[in-house]
């Protein structure tokens, strides 16, 4: 079935070819089993590339608090605003730039930009190189969902559960090395300078494809004004059915994570996990907010896994879930309404399973229901909305998380 949608045709009953789009271009159906091998090989290359995008921008954040001290709003502002800035302007030239230019330019940046960090001693230099990390691991969203277009949805999937599996990895090697291995915050991030050339590697000898770039020089570097009004259609379907509800349920869920998790620090949580784990509450205190986290990033990791089994179409079912959960924890924080860990814990996994969720399946969609002549376009341009949810929670967390202390007679920090 098909209707329309500010007359930019939506096919809502797409069936994935069975050797997916690449294939299908090719036109070369007699191929049969022997693309397997090289399907497997793209699916393990943009699980690589979600994996290893993230994994840099995760690793920034966790040294931040042991770098920064007193810097932390404004690490967090160099982390987000530039990442954003390039998302609005990826759909107006930055889309035309040949995809090895790019993927070069995603690796090396962040291979310099970690040691600049941890040698330099000035602060605005190091907040600086953050916004040289935030600028290339939003051109690296960009860019690897537009490359998708060009190969079976399933690397969708596969980017998905990379950048999923980064918030673990990234957090789990930072601890590793800093905590378990006793090592320095700036040695850390010597040691993980490396780790973004593996953009490059997967690229070029992991990636496998006829045509590394479907960008050519004869292409003009910035959009026409004619030629973006014509995109207006597209982009105003995308932007009502996909986009919007995806930047909700990022603003739902940041909310969660920045203005409420903070306070969920129940007397009667606390001494729950100290009885159950045989340790004093005076010799140490269970630091609930990492938990809290560790949780969200499974359930997200979990949840952008899960297109091959699950799909969504619907993606403004899970922005009412998501606010519906924001909610119920905004009641329960507020007045203390909840006497064991366990029911916190559940609300917490089900966040990272919405947030999740709503990812996979707004690109899933996107791809799936925009015309092939727009699709790698469309995917690029899409990213823009779950930065912009995360950048507008960072407006009113601060306040929000004040409003609650105050509401439970704790003193505002």
Known sequence: MQRRVDEIEIDEDFVEPEHGPALSREGDAAKGLSDEPEQLHNIVAFFLFGLINNFCYVVILSAAEHIFEDHSGAVLLAAATPGLVLKLLYGFGVHTIPYNIRIAFISLVPFS??????????????????????????????????????????????????????????????????????????????????????????????????????????RPIFLSPRAFVQKLPLLRALFLKLMLPLMLVYYFEYTINQGVLPVVDFVSIRRELTEETDVGSTDRTWDLYVTYQFLYQIGV?????????????????????????????????????????????????????????????????????????????????????????????????????????????????
């Not at 596969?158 to 090395?177: D, E, K, P, R, V």
């Not at 297109?307 to 507020?334: D, G, M, P």
Request: hydrophobic share 50%; charged share 10%.
């Open 113 to 218: 930009v970690f040691f600049i960090i941890a040698s330099v001693e000035s602060t605005a230099i190091r907040l600086s190189a953050i916004a040289f990390v935030s600028l290339v691991g939003g051109l690296g969203e960009s860019s690897f969902l537009s490359l998708t277009a060009t190969y079976s949805p399933k690397t969708i999937g596969a980017w998905s559960s990379g950048t999923g599996a980064a918030g673990i990895c990234g957090a789990g090697f930072y601890f590793l090395l800093t905590v378990v291995c006793n090592l320095t915050p700036r040695t850390t991030l010597r040691l993980t300078s490396p780790i973004p050339l593996g953009l490059l590697l997967t690229y070029y000898f992991i990636l496998r494809t006829p045509e590394k770039s479907s960008v050519t020089d004869a």
């Open 301 to 413: 990791f979990l949840s952008r896994s899960s297109i091959s089994f699950v799909k969504i179409k619907n993606i403004w079912l899970l922005a009412i879930l998501q606010l519906v959960n924001l909610v119920a924890l905004l009641v329960v924080t507020a007045y203390e309404l909840i006497q064991t860990a366990w029911i916190v814990f559940a609300m917490i996994l089900w966040e990272g399973l919405l947030g999740g969720a709503a990812y996979v399946n707004t690109f899933w969609n996107v791809s799936h229901q925009t015309p092939s002549s727009e699709r790698e376009w469309a995917l690029g341009v899409a990213t823009v909305s779950d930065t912009i949810g995360i950048t507008l929670s960072g407006l009113t967390d601060a306040f929000l998380e004040c409003a609650l202390r105050g509401v439970r007679g704790l003193p505002c920090n």
